[in-house]
């Protein structure tokens, strides 16, 4: 029996706006299946991983707080992949914007001057992009393979981080841990209520968010990535520039990843740490697929992925599972969103067995 895989002549677009509802539902019903197999109750655990993170104030401003660098890193990054510019190391622009931001805060001479922590923005985002500068490069002059040199660089700058926080860089009364200084006030974001750590850097967020909804969905250079996405020979035919797509994809991802960077470290951690990004860079990814590569899809993509980072802490404290079965979620949520895609853009056929 034989099977041949062709594309659909017309996606359903209906099914491409449903798929990440049937992903996600795919993913409770599978998640169910699977804490059964562990001997717990299925209905009290989503609720424990789901509902309890937001019956608080509290749970309400961790999930906002890390929703707000996911739905940044993947809106930059949404630009690059309408294009086919596929920059899978936000991660690593994430750790070099912190690394720069956290370097100005610590010893620029202007510390106690208000202009600390918009030079810090600046210092994170320049860093963000020059990291993702050096794909852009390789990309466009040597045709290099972008996915592999972008995740490279981010194990590149996790080392660097590491040299830092261990070294030269290290709080003399640390401890001895692996971690700088606190930053000092200025080049902290003000929280909305000491109570809790959500902050004002979330106003980026929401800037971001609206000028990437107007770069994709109301500018000429945005649709013409687009085209150069969907049919690179139509758009080379109508002469876009196929170099510009490429630097403009992995520099804007590159400067929201270390935008992001810099508000973790001036924002809810207040200093540079080994566990400066618990993986925000990769799993913005998912965020901006499961939006759709739309910003207003990303907010709710990077919602829902927010909570699974809250669900996993919380069934932890209240059940004992390891916080890192949220990444067992993720891995889900990714596969039934791919293979949505590929049925909503392709069918297997059978085919006709032929006689002697």
């Given at each position: 029996?034989?099977?041949?895989?062709?594309?659909?002549?017309?996606?359903?677009?209906?099914?491409?706006?449903?798929?990440?509802?049937?992903?996600t539902g795919?993913?409770?019903?599978?998640?169910?299946?699977?804490?059964l197999?562990?001997g717990?109750?299925?209905l009290?655990?989503?609720?424990?991983?789901f509902?309890?993170p937001?019956?608080?104030?509290?749970?309400i401003?961790?999930?906002?707080?890390?929703?707000?660098?996911?739905?940044l890193?993947?809106?930059?990054?949404a630009i690059?992949?309408r294009?086919?510019?596929?920059?899978?190391?936000?991660e690593?622009?994430?750790?070099?914007?912190a690394?720069?931001?956290t370097g100005?805060?610590?010893?620029?001479p202007?510390?106690?001057?208000?202009?600390?922590?918009p030079?810090?923005?600046?210092?994170?985002?320049?860093?963000?992009?020059?990291?993702?500068?050096?794909?852009?490069?390789?990309k466009?002059?040597?045709?290099?393979?972008e996915?592999?040199?972008?995740?490279?660089?981010?194990y590149?700058?996790?080392?660097i981080?590491?040299?830092?926080?261990?070294?030269?860089?290290?709080?003399?009364?640390?401890?001895?841990?692996?971690?700088t200084?606190?930053?000092p006030?200025?080049?902290?974001?003000e929280?909305?209520d000491?109570?809790y750590?959500?902050?004002?850097?979330?106003?980026?967020?929401?800037?971001?968010?609206a000028?990437?909804?107007?770069?994709?969905?109301?500018?000429f250079?945005?649709?013409?990535?687009?085209?150069?996405?969907?049919?690179?020979?139509a758009?080379?035919?109508?002469g876009?520039?196929?170099?510009?797509?490429i630097?403009?994809?992995?520099?804007?991802?590159?400067a929201?990843?270390?935008?992001?960077?810099?508000?973790?470290?001036?924002?809810?951690?207040?200093?540079?740490?080994?566990?400066?990004?618990?993986?925000?860079?990769?799993?913005?990814?998912?965020?901006?697929?499961?939006?759709?590569l739309n910003?207003?899809g990303?907010?709710?993509g990077?919602?829902?992925?927010?909570?699974?980072?809250?669900?996993g802490?919380?069934v932890?404290?209240?059940?004992g599972?390891?916080?890192?079965i949220?990444?067992?979620?993720?891995?889900?949520l990714l596969?039934?969103?791919l293979a949505?895609n590929?049925?909503?853009?392709?069918?297997i056929?059978?085919?006709?067995?032929?006689?002697?």
């Amino acid at each position: 029996m034989l099977f041949k895989i062709e594309p659909r002549a017309e996606p359903s677009r209906q099914m491409s706006i449903a798929a990440p509802l049937i992903a996600t539902g795919l993913t409770i019903v599978v998640s169910s299946l699977f804490f059964l197999s562990l001997g717990y109750n299925p209905l009290v655990t989503l609720y424990t991983f789901f509902i309890e993170p937001l019956t608080t104030m509290n749970g309400i401003s961790e999930w906002l707080l890390k929703a707000s660098p996911l739905i940044l890193i993947a809106c930059g990054l949404a630009i690059g992949f309408r294009a086919n510019v596929w920059n899978i190391g936000a991660e690593g622009q994430l750790i070099m914007g912190a690394i720069a931001a956290t370097g100005v805060g610590l010893f620029a001479p202007w510390q106690d001057s208000p202009l600390l922590l918009p030079s810090m923005v600046i210092a994170g985002m320049l860093a963000g992009m020059a990291w993702a500068a050096v794909p852009a490069f390789l990309k466009d002059r040597m045709n290099t393979n972008e996915i592999l040199v972008t995740l490279m660089l981010t194990y590149v700058a996790t080392l660097i981080l590491s040299y830092l926080v261990h070294g030269p860089w290290r709080d003399p009364d640390g401890y001895n841990s692996p971690q700088t200084a606190l930053l000092p006030y200025n080049g902290m974001f003000e929280v909305f209520d000491y109570s809790y750590r959500l902050n004002t850097s979330i106003f980026f967020t929401v800037v971001v968010v609206a000028i990437t909804w107007l770069f994709t969905e109301r500018s000429f250079l945005g649709y013409k990535m687009s085209v150069g996405g969907v049919a690179p020979a139509a758009a080379r035919f109508a002469g876009f520039n196929a170099s510009a797509s490429i630097w403009i994809g992995l520099l804007a991802s590159g400067a929201a990843a270390g935008l992001a960077g810099m508000m973790e470290a001036a924002g809810p951690l207040g200093q540079l740490s080994p566990q400066i990004s618990p993986g925000y860079g990769f799993a913005a990814i998912i965020v901006a697929f499961v939006g759709r590569l739309n910003a207003l899809g990303i907010v709710l993509g990077g919602l829902l992925l927010s909570l699974l980072y809250l669900g996993g802490e919380t069934v932890q404290m209240s059940l004992g599972l390891p916080s890192s079965i949220a990444l067992i979620f993720q891995g889900m949520l990714l596969f039934f969103l791919l293979a949505s895609n590929f049925l909503i853009n392709f069918r297997i056929r059978k085919l006709a067995m032929r006689t002697a």
